[in-house]
């Protein structure tokens, strides 16, 4: 999904790369509200291990690979403020120190692997989470969800893009099938990981856990007393 310099004219990219930072700032503002003492060094270790995550490729279909985008499972641990500002970073370093994704590309990779994937992967774990029964079980199963589904959305959105300033002569649904049908395959994949990942933390910290919150703050307080011995 990294896009490389090249694939959309200048005036497209100029437009992802001032809505791309605007969310950013807004992220800055918005993120202290989620952020605590006990919760702000796990923002830190979110960012980490997307970045170490996104550095292993899965194979795919057809000789392509997918690695893992992070949106959703950074919007479920820390929040989806902070979560896009920890995808931003992680675009950010991969673009200036391993020319992972063009510098003129970083307000698109932000907009599509960052903004997109956290929206949509932080709204569908939201909206799963009202359908589910109300236990902290059911939190890495509703953000498993949200990733998968972010993936093609972030690959749709990208051909919306295309449309817009693509600089190829490549039939839009031709790439549509292409795009889709290859995220659908690395969305499994994220919705695994996400799974797995938000599950461990909720085994052993479901109070760190910002997607947790209003599933520990509905629990009945329960106060059991023991007899002593005669």
């Known amino acids: 999904m990294h896009v490389p310099d090249g694939f959309l004219d200048a005036p497209t990219?100029?437009?992802?790369?001032?809505?791309?930072?605007?969310?950013?700032?807004?992220?800055?503002?918005?993120?202290?509200?989620?952020?605590?003492?006990?919760?702000?060094?796990?923002?830190?270790?979110?960012?980490?291990?997307?970045f170490a995550t996104q550095m292993l490729n899965f194979p795919v279909a057809g000789g392509t690979s997918g690695h893992l985008m992070g949106g959703a499972i950074a919007a479920?641990?820390?929040?989806?403020?902070?979560?896009?500002?920890?995808?931003?970073?992680?675009?950010?370093?991969?673009?200036?120190?391993?020319?992972?994704g063009g510098i003129t590309a970083l307000g698109t990779n932000v907009l599509l692997m960052g903004v997109v994937t956290v929206a949509v992967g932080w709204g569908v774990f939201r909206a799963v989470q009202t359908v589910l029964p109300k236990t902290t079980a059911m939190v890495p199963i509703a953000a498993g969800i949200g990733a998968f589904v972010s993936v093609p959305v972030a690959s749709v959105a990208f051909v919306g893009l295309y449309a817009v300033g693509g600089t190829a002569d490549i039939p839009l649904d031709n790439l549509t099938t292409a795009m889709v049908g290859v995220h659908l395959l690395i969305g499994v994949g994220e919705g695994i990981i996400t799974f797995l990942a938000v599950g461990s933390v909720i085994a052993v910290r479901p109070d760190l856990v910002h997607g947790a919150r209003r599933v520990l703050a509905a629990r009945e307080l329960e106060v059991r007393t023991t007899r002593a011995a005669a």
């Open 76 to 100: 479920v641990l820390v929040g989806p403020w902070t979560g896009l500002l920890a995808t931003a970073v992680v675009f950010l370093v991969q673009c200036l120190l391993f020319a992972d």
């Open 13 to 50: 990219s100029v437009a992802t790369g001032v809505v791309a930072a605007g969310v950013v700032a807004v992220s800055l503002r918005k993120a202290r509200a989620e952020l605590d003492d006990r919760t702000a060094p796990l923002a830190g270790l979110v960012a980490a291990f997307i």
